[in-house]
């Protein structure tokens, strides 16, 4: 299973991106999906969060900026940033609890994360 980050790049600030996460392989299922940030000496973060049932979390300081949802399709997690600012540049990571084959008949699920994509955002 890979989970395939795209979107990051350099905006200046009050700009828009938008990231995209999508995960391939022999994928049963997914449940969570969402996304981190770490920037440079910090911890990474929870930014976003979204179920299989398509309810959302939002860090406090992403929202009523920040839209995540989901393709089920496409296996696919997009973030849309808004009204970016400075304090939001950062690597994003995208997170996945995908739920694979094991051995024999048996299932299990466990978190994935993506490569990660720097978003800087300047002032």
């Known amino acids: 299973v890979q989970l395939q980050a795209s979107g990051g790049g350099l905006v200046q600030a009050g700009g828009s991106l938008r990231l995209s996460c999508a995960a391939s392989?022999?994928?049963?299922?997914?449940?969570?999906m969402g996304w981190f940030r770490q920037a440079p000496g910090k911890e990474r973060d929870l930014v976003a969060a979204?179920?299989?049932?398509?309810?959302?979390n939002y860090a406090d300081s992403v929202k009523g900026r920040f839209t995540i949802s989901r393709d089920y399709a496409k296996n696919t997690v997009y973030l849309q940033m808004n009204s970016l600012k400075p304090e939001d540049t950062a690597v994003y990571y995208c997170?996945?609890?995908?739920?694979?084959?094991?051995?024999?008949?048996?299932?299990?699920?466990?978190?994935?994360w993506g490569q990660g994509t720097l978003v800087t955002v300047s002032s």
């Open positions: 997170n996945a609890d995908v739920r694979v084959r094991g051995r024999g008949w048996s299932t299990y699920s466990s978190y994935r």
């Open positions: 392989g022999s994928i049963l299922s997914i449940n969570d």
């Open positions: 979204i179920t299989s049932g398509g309810t959302t």
